[in-house]
């Protein structure tokens, strides 16, 4: 299989990743409780994607971009069929170790978003956590549209950068360059409405105010209660959603549907 240019710098970072994760891998039953039925207004986004999964016993879910494997570990131990695909083979690897770690089955695949093998019609749920903004959208949609059932769903969790003024203070803030490929970058909100063509958008949120990362490295003692602002924050003040940095969506494939700007949540939500 041949990869694009952002695809093989993909693969080269994650290998770096790969590589420093050198602790053991080992069941932790905390973070099994914590994802195992999160409520619907946690403050943590990752939770909040969770949430939106609802029951996905016997349902057949792609892990869209698994990693190491820790949200696919969460998604089988709730009784999904799971199928795990990323394009590093280092960082599959990881994921089979931790999934034998946590007792769960799970299938994998190693190889491109845009063409991940699967048959069509195949898929209950894509689980897309942070992954969209590695890759070209038009070419990701249309492979995941192939491979969704009718009335399939997808959760979108992404880094968003709506406002000018906050993509350059977070610009400053000091980071492993070698942590992002060269070819990542944050969305935008119409960049998210075009993935959403085609598919019902009715569970939309925004979260993580930029004091939130300056909170988490000051200290991991203020994590929690950083989040719990920023949840109070978005919710009384909507206006405040132009500067959150994630947004978590559930897309639910309908025929003939065609999400306009004017009929989205976000646009009555003042984003």
């Not at 709506?162 to 119409?190: A, H, N």
């Amino acid at each position: 299989m041949s990869f694009t240019e952002e695809e093989k710098a993909e693969i080269e970072r994650s290998a770096i990743e790969a590589a420093r994760r050198t602790e053991p891998i080992a069941m932790d039953r905390a973070q099994l409780a914590r994802y195992a039925d999160p409520p619907r207004d946690t403050p943590f986004p990752l939770e909040y994607a969770f949430h939106l999964l609802g029951d996905v016993r016997g349902r057949t879910i792609l892990d869209y971009g698994c990693g190491a494997g820790e949200d696919l570990v969460h998604i089988a131990a709730r009784g999904a069929d799971v199928v795990g695909l990323d394009i590093s083979p280092e960082l599959v690897d990881l994921a089979r170790k931790r999934a034998d770690a946590y007792n769960v089955k799970a299938r994998y695949i190693v190889g491109s978003g845009y063409q991940t093998g699967l048959p069509s019609a195949s898929v209950d749920i894509v689980f897309a956590i942070a992954i969209f903004h590695h890759l070209d959208l038009a070419a990701a949609k249309e492979e995941l549209c192939r491979i969704l059932r009718p009335a399939g769903v997808i959760i979108v969790q992404e880094p968003v950068r709506d406002s000018k003024l906050i993509t350059w203070l977070l610009s400053v803030i000091p980071y492993r360059r070698d942590e992002i490929s060269p070819f990542e970058r944050p969305l935008t909100r119409v960049q998210l409405d075009r993935i959403s063509e085609g598919f019902s958008c009715k569970s939309i949120r925004r979260f993580r105010l930029p004091f939130v990362p300056v909170a988490q490295r000051i200290s991991s003692r203020l994590v929690r209660s950083a989040y719990v602002m920023d949840a109070w924050l978005l919710r009384t003040f909507p206006f405040l959603a132009h500067f959150a940095t994630v947004e978590v969506r559930k897309l639910t494939r309908q025929t003939n549907f065609a999400l306009s700007f004017d009929q989205h949540p976000a646009r009555r939500n003042g984003f």
